[in-house]
């Protein structure tokens, strides 16, 4: 999350997400859901979650950054991109903030 509160999307995560969880995590898309396109569901930041990765990687071409608008959310510029390497979910921090300053790489 970047100081003026835009999300930038660093990673899907599929590892270490089990049938129950994937359960819920489904119906909760259901409360967060702020726009689709053909590929991804876009949901409202409301969790922070632990991730273990192997590397952080930069892509080429770089990413267009999004940032969540009330319903829905805007492509923004382009920016330098890094993504995470074999990504696995941990768990879920309740003990943490949905606050920039504590969500940078």
């Known amino acids: 999350m970047e100081e003026d509160g835009t999300t930038i999307e660093v990673s899907d995560v599929a590892s270490g997400i ?5 359960k819920t995590l489904w119906q909760l898309m259901g409360l967060t859901r702020v726009g689709e396109d053909k590929e991804v569901i876009w949901l409202e930041p409301t969790a922070i979650v632990k991730i273990q990765y192997t590397e952080l990687f930069q892509t080429e071409g770089g990413r267009r950054l999004r940032l969540i608008k009330g319903q829905g959310y805007m ?4 920016r ?25 790489l």
């Open 75 to 78: 492509d923004m510029e382009k």
């Open 18 to 22: 089990d049938h129950t969880l994937l």
């Open 80 to 104: 330098p991109f890094v993504r995470l390497r074999n990504s696995r979910l941990l768990g879920f921090r309740p003990d943490k903030e949905l606050k920039p300053k504590e969500l940078r």
